[in-house]
């Protein structure tokens, strides 16, 4: 029996082989994952928005009830002098509401399964006289589920809500219900031809909307938002083009190339974004999330994005227009050719976004005194702190503040000398938080787009000077 003896060489030879192959291995383990997480992240959008749709669908032939119905109020009156063993002085108020059905949808993000609840709440009609409400709260309970309320609205679309049901989690992906809108439409005057407003007797409409979810705010998500919304303005930008509209005040230049794409990203956004929430996440350093919070909206919605969003001043939409501006620009600009029914335009993104373009022209090349003109024209960050503060506070304000301080308008004083003359000589306090909402936002695009350059060359939308 002969004896084998190894060889030390073939050993390490061995050894390496072996380190070799299973470095192989790690490297193609690391490639397989990555290629498997991006194809998860490819995947992921479109099957959320066909659970969204699908959330549609469950709801579709649903009825869902409302009635104007008198809520009464307890308030007590305060007396000068109040006797032993005296009850307090209480009056009965009586105010309107809406008592109606509220169905939602939920989703498990882990097993995909939907769920639907159905509840009756009753809302007051005058916001003014709504209690004032905290959440978190349990808003509705049956069947082992149970409606909590996270966040945002209490009482309109854009509310945080999560679904529980037997100790699984449910993200609200479909709400529906009914709201009461005062009517606002756009009629032209038979004597003068010009159009204005009219507001009628509120109506009830039947809206469905998915509300922002801290569950739903993922980068995928976020950035199909913000593509979408950077689509949507580079087609409004080209539909303007091809009307070829000339700007009234750069009369070498299309309207097209009024404004850039930015500067329309960061308004659009600036709109949406509540001026406490800006102050918090700006000094906590989240603004980015914020930022993010409007594009997870846009993504999940897509072109039904904000539909529902009407403020207590009447601005609607994703531009958040009120009606007698727009029928004055339907008026002045008719070669843009708006839709001219105020609802609908302002629920048609493409036709919203060029509204506001159009917005811009016409506040700078109407409505602004040739100084203002002047001024705003210094510079290009000058002339877009002008449009953002005529569309916020009026392009007349703009004119008596340019008027007294002239370079400096959009300075703060410090010290107030005359009340009367110090607040009609400057900017609202909501413009200057609005105007530093727009920097904070613009700064933070314009830095995006410095890390992750565009695949196509947009087209030229640079602003001259006149």
């Known amino acids: ?40 992240q490819a995947l992921a959008q479109p099957l959320l928005l066909e659970k969204i749709k699908e959330a549609q669908n469950q709801l579709e032939g649903l009825e869902l009830n409302h009635q104007t119905t008198t809520v009464q109020e307890v308030v007590p009156v305060a007396r000068r002098s109040k006797g032993r063993g005296r009850k307090s002085a209480v009056r009965y108020v009586k105010h309107q509401g809406l008592k109606r059905d509220v169905a939602v949808v939920g989703l498990n993000l882990k097993t995909g399964e939907l769920k639907d609840f159905t509840f009756t709440e009753t809302v007051l009609l005058e916001r003014k006289k709504r209690p004032s409400v905290k959440p978190p709260q349990v808003i509705a309970e049956e069947n082992n ?26 993200v609200i992906i479909n709400l529906t219900m009914w709201t009461s809108r005062t009517a606002r439409t756009v009629v032209v005057d038979p004597k003068t031809g010009k159009r204005t407003c009219r507001e009628g007797p509120a109506e009830q409409l039947l809206g469905s909307y998915v509300p922002y979810s801290p569950e739903l705010h993922t980068p995928d998500v976020a950035e199909e938002g913000r593509r979408y919304l950077e689509r949507t303005i580079l087609q409004a930008l080209q539909d303007l083009d091809d009307l070829n509209v000339t700007s009234k005040t750069f009369t070498d230049q299309n309207l097209s190339e009024l404004a850039s794409i930015e500067f329309i990203h960061a308004l ?58 727009y029928a004055r620009i339907l008026d002045e600009s008719p070669e843009v050719k708006l839709d001219p029914v105020f609802v609908h335009g302002m629920q048609d993104h493409l036709n919203a976004i060029k509204a506001s373009i159009t917005l811009f022209d016409s506040d700078m090349s109407s409505w602004w005194t040739p100084t203002v003109r002047k001024i705003c024209s210094l510079s290009t960050e000058m002339l877009e702190d002008c449009w953002a503060a005529s569309y916020n506070g009026g392009p007349n304000r703009l004119n008596r503040v340019i008027a007294r301080r002239g370079k400096n308008w959009i300075e703060r004083e410090t010290m107030i000398r005359n009340t009367r003359r110090y607040f009609a000589s400057r900017l609202k306090e909501e413009t200057y938080t609005y105007l ?24 030229s939308n640079g602003v001259q000077t006149p």
Not at 11 to 27: I, M, W
Not at 310 to 321: E, K, L, M, N, R
Request: with cysteine; net charge neutral; proline share 5%.
């Open 1 to 40: 029996m002969t004896g084998m003896i190894s060889n030390p060489r073939n050993d390490a030879g061995d050894r390496n082989l072996r380190t070799e192959l299973r470095a192989f291995l790690a490297c193609v383990s690391v490639i397989l994952f990555g290629l498997l997480a991006t194809c998860h």
């Open 145 to 170: 589920c149970r409606l909590i309320w996270r966040g945002g609205s209490r009482w309109g679309f854009n509310r945080d809500l999560l679904l529980t049901c037997d100790g699984e989690e449910f």
């Open 268 to 325: 659009l956004v600036d709109e949406h974004m509540d001026p406490d929430e800006f102050r918090k996440n700006q000094k906590n350093g989240t603004l980015t999330r914020l930022i993010e919070k409007y594009w997870v909206e846009v993504a999940v919605n897509q072109d039904a994005a904000f539909r529902m969003s009407v403020s207590p001043a009447g601005a609607t939409g994703i531009s958040q227009f009120i009606c007698p501006t």
């Open 436 to 459: 530093a909402k727009l920097g904070a936002i613009l700064e933070f695009l314009l830095s995006l787009e410095k890390r992750t350059p565009p695949t196509t060359e947009p087209p």
